[in-house]
């Protein structure tokens, strides 16, 4: 991350001609908001005195305690480079705090360096994260609507002329580059029209403002090509969904604290008792990680996506996959978390589940590695291996029960998240569907 001085900024504003300045924050569903301010505001909002009404995003205050500042974070400054040469824009992620000066408890991205606070407390340095968010591309209509019309045939690892969104995703990554990600791989996925794009590992607070970002240039330079980008985890049925695989690793003095030469496949018994914390609340995490009514159509057999809470060194099929690298990049990979997750809710989640493994040394169940698709329920039941939740009125149910993963959220989250939840699947619970008409219309 790049550390930058006040006057830094003022001298990067004219150099590159910046006219406007948008301070960004993350709300409770993950959704990107911004005020915009002229630069003649910068000074002003590196002050921390702009202020915005809470009252209207979601899960943020009442309407008789709306007043909210916007901290910016100095070190997340970028020109964003498609924007006008005659007028740049530039941003910075903004952290939301109270008017008395302390962290509005409702803020997604403070309530995570809250929980990297209790990492720290362990004696823990460092949570790195490394995504590999999906996406779908699917053509514009004449009025700029998206269709349901993939750009492509292609499968995974395609090359044009199969994969027509090639130039696209060079084009995202080219602007990727240029706002200072490191690209370590871009490549067509399983699915006609899906691609993934993934970039190198960081701290977890900067990883998921670097997912935040990613996903706005995706959309943005998609649009550019007649194109629309979505991380909706299940846009069509029969194909493979989207996922976001999150590869994490905790380090302790500058040592990667997950590797261990002698331990059980060359991990660390800090590792195995992560494994663990991750399998106890994987079924009551999942409302965060997988946080839609659609999340559910992709956690489903036959798909690649997991749906049984197990662990694996080889196997692709269960939850949690241990990547073949060792040394400084052992990491343990989470592989049900799909890319509608707000990342700093879902980073909260996984640490806490992870840390209350370390805490109360918890043992891992012995590693899957047969494919677990093929096993019988009873098989599956024998080895100890659960089900993740199929709807999100299951996940909402499962998350309320775990005081650890509640905890992980804080009772201002907690309460707004499962709030908004419900009204979300009671809509969806109600509605009648065009599925029901075709089954029952004539039938009955």
């Not at 996925?189 to 670097?210: M, N, R, S, T």
Request: charged fraction near 30%; charge should be negative; aromatic fraction near 10%.
């Amino acid at each position: 991350m790049a550390k930058y001085t006040k006057e830094d900024i003022f001298r990067k504003v004219q150099e590159e001609n910046v006219k406007y300045i948008r301070l960004q924050f993350t709300d409770i569903l993950g959704t990107i908001k911004n005020v915009e301010i002229p630069v003649s505001q910068l000074e002003k909002a590196l002050d921390n005195k702009m202020m915005f009404d809470g009252s209207s995003i979601e899960g943020f205050v009442r309407i008789e305690e709306s007043d909210m500042y916007l901290y910016p974070d100095i070190d997340t400054f970028v020109v964003f480079p498609w924007t006008s040469e005659k007028g740049k824009v530039a941003r910075f992620i903004c952290d939301i705090y109270n008017p008395d000066g302390t962290p509005f408890d409702g803020d997604p991205r403070n309530n995570l360096k809250r929980i990297l606070k209790e990492m720290e407390d362990l004696g823990f340095s460092d949570f790195n994260l490394g995504p590999e968010p999906e996406f779908f591309l699917f053509k514009l209509d004449e009025k700029g609507e998206p269709t349901l019309e993939l750009n492509d045939k292609g499968g995974y690892f395609d090359l044009a002329p199969t994969d027509l969104g090639e130039n696209c995703r060079r084009d995202i990554v080219l602007e990727l580059e240029e706002m200072g990600f490191e690209i370590e791989a871009s490549h067509h996925e399983v699915a006609p029209g899906q691609h993934e794009i993934d970039f190198k590992y960081a701290g977890a607070l900067k990883a998921c403002d670097d997912i935040q970002t990613f996903k706005l240039v995706v959309k943005t330079i998609a649009r550019k090509h007649g194109l629309h980008a979505t991380f909706m985890p299940k846009p069509l049925f029969g194909v493979n969904g989207s996922g976001m695989h999150c590869n994490v690793s905790l380090f302790k003095d500058g040592e990667n604290a997950f590797y261990d030469t002698k331990g059980h496949l060359e991990l660390s018994e800090t590792a195995h008792q992560f494994i663990a914390g991750i399998i106890k609340h994987a079924p009551n995490f999942t409302a965060v990680t997988n946080p839609t009514v659609n999340s559910y159509k992709r956690l489903v057999p036959g798909y690649e996506a997991p749906c049984y809470v197990a662990w694996s060194a080889r196997n692709r099929s269960p939850l949690i996959r241990i990547p073949a690298s060792r040394g400084i990049g052992t990491r343990v990979e989470v592989r049900s978390v799909d890319p509608a997750a707000n990342p700093y809710l879902a980073m909260a989640v996984l640490l806490k589940a992870g840390l209350d493994g370390i805490k109360n040394k918890l043992e891992a169940p012995k590693p899957v590695d047969r494919n677990i698709y093929v096993m019988t329920k009873e098989e599956r039941i024998k080895e100890g291996i659960v089900d993740l939740p199929a709807t999100l009125a299951q996940a909402l149910d499962n998350f309320k029960s775990d005081e650890v993963i509640v905890s992980a959220l804080g009772e201002h989250l907690a309460e707004h998240f499962v709030e908004a939840k419900e009204i979300e699947w009671d809509m969806f619970r109600t509605q009648v569907h065009p599925w029901e008409r075709d089954q029952y219309m004539s039938m009955y």
